[in-house]
């Protein structure tokens, strides 16, 4: 009698009652959500005119809430990103969540800049870095047919959250007070983002897509990965690639509303506004810079990226007041390359690591 060879077959998992494969859509919804909340960071330039006529302080002064704030959101990621695997992302996403609302809560009771500095820096900057990785370690693993893109689509949220926090800011702003806005937007997402960490899970570790039963030997025999991050040249390579491509990005947004007032000289309203603009091209350029990680190698789209912000900054080199389209093409490049890089980044990553 002939011997009957097993077929392998992919184990029967559900993810938020859907099989698995429609489930994990689910997840990075969810993890697009949680990211939408964290992005509002970057919404700090709406505050910042309310918050230096309130405080009488500079514009200089307004923006090291900002400042301290990425610093404490990159510092931590590293951080969280060695706890994920261990604590688990569920514990590390309600953690991160509630570490965030409460830097809001209490950057609305804070008197002066050094007070503010503390908390909407400090404290909210850390929960933000803390949250960050969570959803994208999340959505990785449980597509590992379509990374780049799984992961650039949950990016959205971090990157499109000023077209939406933006705007509620504001009428919270016009409503009530800068203080009231702050103490809302704190108590809805130490709320929101750890009900949401609740759903987040891994796949079982024998637990593939049924179309992909076969990658898992391929990827073994196509690649080499290094032993040790810090001995690889290939880390301190994208780690260079990647200050570059997000520094002027991330300088960028702190700075948009000013610029616009200041030197393009256009109306405080439409320099609100206009953020909403930068933040739509911000989130596009995930998913699509995640599709192309994907399928090229990531020097090319690199080089696609650095060329891009270097028409913007040549444009804003040359711009002058009045020149409206000429300051929204700029910013809006600005944007879309940093939105770039948070997807070739992490994308890329999971390539090489």
Same mark, same amino acid.
């Given at each position: 009698?002939?011997? $009957? ?18 489930? %994990? ?28 006529? $309130? ?20 510092? !931590? ?15 590390? #996403?309600?953690? +991160? *969540?509630? @570490?965030?609302?409460?830097?809001? @809560? ?14 909407? *820096?400090?404290?909210? *900057?850390?929960?933000? +870095? @803390?949250?960050?990785?969570? =959803? ?29 926090? #933006? ?16 103490? @809302?937007?704190?108590?809805?997402? +130490? ?12 796949? =079982? ?7 992909? !039963?076969?990658?898992? #030997? ?14 690889? %040249?290939?880390?301190? +390579? ?22 616009? $007032? ?17 933040? !739509?091209?911000? *989130?596009?350029?995930? =998913? !699509? ?22 028409? #913007? ?38 390539? /090489? /690591?």
């Amino acid at each position: 009698m002939p011997l $009957e060879i097993p077929v392998e077959m992919p184990l029967k998992v559900k993810v938020l009652g859907l099989p698995a494969e429609q489930g %994990r859509w689910l997840l990075v919804l969810l993890g697009m959500s949680v990211l939408l909340c964290l992005g509002s960071v970057y919404t700090w330039s709406v505050f910042r005119t309310p918050l230096e006529a $309130e405080l009488k302080i500079s514009a200089t002064e307004s923006l090291l809430p900002y400042t301290v704030a990425l610093v404490f959101y990159a510092a !931590l990621m590293p951080v969280a990103g060695f706890y994920i695997p261990r604590l688990g992302p569920r514990t590390i #996403a309600a953690v +991160g *969540g509630v @570490i965030v609302g409460l830097g809001y @809560i209490f950057s609305s009771f804070a008197t002066n800049i050094v007070a503010m500095t503390l908390t909407y *820096g400090v404290i909210a *900057g850390t929960g933000v +870095g @803390i949250t960050y990785g969570v =959803p994208m370690a999340v959505v990785a693993q449980w597509f590992p047919d379509k990374k780049g893109l799984a992961v650039g689509i949950t990016i959205i949220g971090f990157g499109l959250s000023p077209l939406i926090t #933006a705007p509620i800011a504001s009428h919270l702003m016009s409503a009530y007070s800068l203080r009231v806005a702050l103490r @809302i937007l704190g108590m809805a997402f +130490g709320l929101l983002i750890p009900a949401i960490a609740l759903t987040l899970k891994r796949p =079982p570790q024998s637990w593939h897509p049924s179309q992909d !039963l076969s990658r898992p #030997a391929k990827m073994a025999s196509a690649h080499t990965y290094p032993q040790h991050l810090l001995t690889s %040249r290939s880390f301190y +390579g994208l780690w260079i690639c990647y200050g570059l491509g997000t520094l002027i990005g991330l300088s960028a947004i702190g700075i948009s509303s000013p610029v616009g $007032e200041e030197m393009i000289k256009i109306e405080p309203q439409l320099a609100a506004s206009s953020v909403s603009l930068f933040a !739509l091209f911000n *989130g596009i350029a995930r =998913p !699509l810079f995640g599709w192309l990680s994907d399928r090229f190698k990531p020097h090319y789209v690199a080089i696609a990226t650095y060329m891009l912000i270097l028409i #913007a900054c040549v444009l804003m080199a040359n711009a002058q007041a009045g020149q409206v389209t000429t300051y929204l093409l700029a910013f809006c490049l600005f944007w879309f390359c940093l939105g770039g890089w948070l997807a070739i980044a992490p994308t890329t990553t999971l390539r /090489f /690591f």
